[in-house]
């Protein structure tokens, strides 16, 4: 494994984002977002059939610097209202005092969540090369490179994070050409495996993409106003994860082989952002003889007026374990996104979005169908 854990701080960062000025110690940026939704699942039991109210209000913080020429930091966490809990003891009962433990009682306390997203650390000898290490997100996908300020609808589509979703501690080396016009990241990560209860496991995860904008590099950002001339962009993602599973006794168990891979485009003018990609993954064991395929694909398309107003529409779908037991996911999404300072300096700095969700899972005849509303605020 990859011993990075001494460099993760604090939260994403993205390739070519760029940090404060040489000897600038720190530069603070953030947002907050409050999400109101109401969920219907006609198909659950009737206490799950609808839910309502505040969904979440999450508050990102980003610090970035430069305090050394050539080496720059990037540090960002994003905190949710909502709580998880966590269990802080556990003991035996003797309920019909037999002398014989008849169930467990545990205590647990109610935890705010935090999910760190990027603490790294990059080096740049050359403009055109550098390379950065820390916790961050796996550049596997268009939309894994994507600020989450700057997503088209408030969440990244289903088939993105069906596939390869969060962050990792590793290293990555990016390299880029011709003003951006081709972008080659190759990395190495720790790998977040598929543990269970009595087993460890132990492999790196290879990861590898290129992107190329022959008409001039242009950023990942999908959302808002753009001043752009035509772009466009053609992108291909790997990872590729062996990883070993041990037992409780600490012996070998079951070796995987799991190799994922992506396609994407993507345009951008006059404040039209469109993104299409193909997802695919394969995984076999030295266990069983038969392979584990997943395919998926989504299209997303929004348009940015210059009122302020920017209509918004995406498609998904997953075929999961294809080779064994085919189920098909499908996602639709429209809505609006409203920015009320739209002729104003502060173009972006506040942006509502009304959206409808839907979600259908094919061979198990369900479905849910939701309705949002966000507002998100940057400073």
């Known amino acids: 494994m990859i011993g990075l854990y001494s460099m993760a701080l604090l939260g994403v960062g993205f390739v070519g984002t760029p940090a404060a000025h040489a000897g600038e110690a720190a530069e603070l940026s953030g947002w907050v977002s409050p999400r109101w939704g109401l969920l219907t699942r006609p198909q659950e ?67 705010v969540r935090s999910v760190v997203r990027e603490a790294s650390v990059n080096w740049q000898p050359i403009e055109s090369v550098g390379f950065k290490a820390g916790r961050m997100r796996i550049p596997f996908t268009s939309q894994a490179q994507s600020p989450d300020t700057n997503l088209l609808f408030p969440d990244r589509s289903g088939p993105n994070s069906s596939f390869l979703e969060g962050t990792d501690l590793g290293g990555l080396l990016h390299a880029k050409a011709a003003e951006n016009r081709a972008v080659l990241q190759l990395g190495a990560f720790n790998g977040s495996g598929l543990s269970s209860a009595n087993t460890a496991e132990r492999g790196v ?24 001339s035509f772009r466009i962009g053609v992108g291909a993602g790997i990872a590729y994860h062996p990883w070993t599973t041990f037992d409780s006794a600490g012996y070998k168990d079951v070796l995987f082989q799991d190799i994922r891979a992506s396609a994407s485009f993507r345009l951008a003018f006059e404040g ?98 939701g309705v949002l509303v966000q507002a998100q605020l940057t400073f």
């Open 272 to 369: 039209i952002h469109a993104i299409a990609e193909g997802l695919y993954r394969i995984q076999t064991d030295s266990l069983s003889s038969r392979p584990t395929e997943a395919l998926g694909a989504y299209g997303q398309l929004g348009w940015y007026l210059p009122f302020g107003i920017e209509p918004v529409g995406r498609l998904g779908w997953v075929e999961h374990d294809r080779t064994f037991f085919p189920r098909q996911t499908w996602w639709g999404e429209a809505g609006l996104n409203f920015y009320p300072f739209a002729n104003e300096q502060s173009t972006d700095q506040l942006k509502l979005t009304l959206q409808y969700s839907g979600e259908i899972h094919v061979v198990e005849d369900e479905q849910a169908h």
């Open 45 to 111: 039991r009737p206490a799950e059939q609808l839910e309502f109210g505040m969904q979440m209000a999450r508050f990102g913080l980003e610090i970035t610097g430069e305090p050394i020429e050539k080496w720059s930091y990037r540090a960002y966490t994003v905190f949710g209202s909502d709580t998880a809990s966590a269990v802080t003891s556990v003991g035996l009962v003797d309920t019909n005092n037999n002398g014989t433990a008849d169930t467990v009682s545990t205590n647990t306390v109610d935890v």
């Open 205 to 228: 995860l290879y990861t590898g993409r290129v992107d190329l904008n022959p008409l001039g590099g242009f950023s990942f950002d999908e959302s808002g106003p753009t001043t752009e």
